[in-house]
């Protein structure tokens, strides 16, 4: 097995969109969820993991919290064993907006993944998958 | 320059025992550890030529093996005779040395200075250390990380009891490393020095007097 930084996967911002969406079972066309929506999700997962986790960017990046604004190619710069963490923040953040699927139980799940990852030891469960109205579940 | 062998293993024994913490930090942590062990062990020297001008008393040295100036221990001149001196200003990574009596004659004396680490660090965010630090005092360098990490709160390796443990093995390594820098390293060689007031290189009478004579004891 070799390793090559360069096949690292869910680095960019399209393969973290394209995750939440699996998560979101979203990924047929139209999308219940917006791609502005999920970066907008991502930008407040990455300003929230700042407070808790200054050491994944302060010494990177100084006082500037990574923003973006398109779903591109380009990098997030952020270490591999946090990655899942942002997946399941993006998620819960963009369920916790939506005032249609109510899935609050399962934002919350997620968003308590989030935490647990970044500041915790043992994830707690993943809870709250009931069907949703207007989810592609239902 | 740490070798980056060395430095390899130091981080994944590191990443082994810090369950959630990011290179990023144990680097930062890394480098305060570096800080304080050089600081407070006064084991990182260099000896630096200092062009002695007759009439002229402040000399500024810059290191030329990389780090800080921190310390002026001693100074000599071209006779091996203690100069008095202070330090007084320090511009990192350069210090002025300051005679306390001008000289009257050129010459160049040599001045043993400790050292610190000092910003930049290499773009892998590594203080720009000696290379002999981890081979010598590799478990040393890891319990001041280790301690330090772990008595961070709120995060997933923050463990107080074990902070405890690490840095007082960091302490006790800060002052072994201390006596051995004042033993140049040398086994068995004694712990204490005679104060400078009985500083045998004085001259007497024209005549170099290694000893006290017996009529003076």
Request: charged content about 30%; proline content about 0%.
């Given at each position: 097995m070799s390793y090559n930084p360069e096949d690292e996967r869910l680095d960019s911002v399209q393969s973290y969109v394209d995750e939440v969406r699996t998560l979101l079972l979203d990924k047929r066309k139209p999308y219940r969820y917006s791609d502005s929506e999920i970066l907008t999700a991502l930008n407040t997962s990455l300003a929230e993991a700042r407070r808790l986790r200054a050491d994944l960017f302060v010494y990177r990046h100084g006082n500037h919290v990574p923003w973006f604004d398109s779903v591109s190619g380009e990098k997030v710069p952020i270490d591999t064993q946090f990655r899942l963490a942002f997946i399941y923040g993006i998620a819960g953040h963009v369920l916790e907006r939506d005032?249609?699927?109510?899935q609050d139980q399962r934002a919350a799940s997620f968003t308590s993944q989030f935490y647990s990852i970044l500041i915790g030891i043992q994830r707690p469960p993943v809870q709250g998958g009931n069907k949703g109205p207007g989810s592609p579940q239902a | 320059m740490m070798d980056d062998r060395d430095v390899e293993r130091l981080l994944n024994l590191a990443r082994t025992e810090l369950v959630g913490a990011s290179d990023a930090g144990i680097k930062g942590q890394l480098y305060d550890v570096c800080r304080e062990f050089f600081k407070d062990s006064n084991s990182w020297y260099e000896i630096i030529s200092v062009p002695i001008l007759s009439g002229h008393r402040h000399y500024r040295r810059t290191p030329r093996d990389g780090g800080m100036i921190l310390r002026l221990a001693t100074i000599w001149d071209s006779n091996h005779i203690t100069m008095p001196a202070i330090m007084p200003h320090l511009d990192p990574p350069s210090a002025e040395l300051e005679l306390v009596y001008p000289q009257n004659v050129n010459m160049t004396a040599r001045a043993i200075v400790t050292k610190q680490i000092v910003e930049p660090t290499t773009k892998d965010m590594l203080p720009d250390a000696p290379r002999w630090l981890l081979p010598v005092y590799h478990e040393t360098i890891l319990d001041g990380v280790l301690g330090k990490m772990m008595a961070q709160?709120?995060?997933?390796?923050?463990?107080d009891t074990q902070a405890v443990y690490h840095l007082r093995r960091f302490r006790d390594g800060c002052m072994q490393a201390r006596v051995a820098s004042e033993r140049a390293n040398l086994y068995g060689g004694q712990a204490w020095r005679f104060p400078n007031?009985?500083?045998?290189?004085s001259q007497r009478g024209g005549v170099s007097t290694p000893f006290p004579s017996p009529t003076s004891w």
């Open positions: 005032d249609e699927d109510v | 709160t709120t995060k997933s390796y923050s463990n007031t009985f500083r045998t290189s």
